[in-house]
């Protein structure tokens, strides 16, 4: 994904790896390709992605964190490796994020934007802009027999693996980390994490205003009491720098433009969504 996007274009397999899926299970769930609008899931809202499958077996990396990797030949969950550039299929990673909007039925109706009240904490509210990342942190050879052992079903399920005493479920709950950004992220906030505006679907223009400080070292702790001890002290002061970025592709986004509109999170309801994926061993 690409968290600069704002509108779709339907041929990018890059785009079709993003998917968002309108929960209802006493119903009919339905797939969007972006944030659904019009429309309040009953059983929440599913963010789903899928990581490429094909590698060129040679680059570890690339300039842009992309290039070494390429989609599967008809698309991001369906096809072979058979572009030759890419000729190494590998496991693949599908990411789904569980949001749970239906308690904020009731509240739609406060939102600046009722038929989409959402907006991802980078500013996003359509959903194209959602992206993720893979770290692989694993001992090799664990993970090699992870995925030789763990075959109870063919949809990664960890719990094979638990049952075969590979791994515990439970240990990724006993590891925290401290705060890596000066920065208020929880509560009720006056703006979006890096002063970020709320930008207008369809809207050429938007502007990235700030960084905020990095803060070093980051601690780990294996206890929740952890998180209140001290953080690192500021190694990267923040940044303050306005940025024009354009989007790209074709708008197809069919909500309330908001280009005319302030986005000032004071008049409207906002839900931030942050989520953060952390492989992390502590020891």
Known sequence: GDPALRTLDPSSFAQQAVTFLCLDFSGQSTRYNELPVDKSCPSGIRSQINFPSCWD???VDSEDHRS????????????????????????????EVYWYTQAFDDRRNEAFTPSQPFVFSNGDPTGYGYHADFFNGWNPAVLQHALTSCTCNP???????????????????????????????FGNISTLPGANPVQAPCYED????????????????????????????????????????????TCIWTGSSMKTKTSSVTQSLVLVLIFWTLLELCS
Not at 68 to 95: E, K, Q
Not at 216 to 244: C, F, K, N, Q, R
């Open 155 to 185: 949809y990664g399920d960890p719990t094979c693996c638990a049952a075969q005493g590979i791994f515990t479920l439970n240990q990724s709950s006993q590891c925290y980390i401290s705060n890596t950004i000066d920065e208020k992220v």
């Open 57 to 59: 077996g040679v680059n």
């Open 68 to 95: 070494h990797v390429a989609f599967l030949s008809t698309g991001p969950d369906n096809g072979t490796c058979l572009d030759p550039s890419y000729p190494v299929t590998l496991p693949r990673i599908f990411m």
């Open 206 to 249: 938007y502007v990235a205003s700030e960084t905020p400080a990095i803060l070093e070292p980051v601690y780990t702790y294996t206890t929740m009491e952890g998180t209140m001890l001290p953080s690192g002290t500021v190694a990267t002061p923040a940044v303050t720098v306005d940025v024009t970025q354009k989007a790209a592709g």
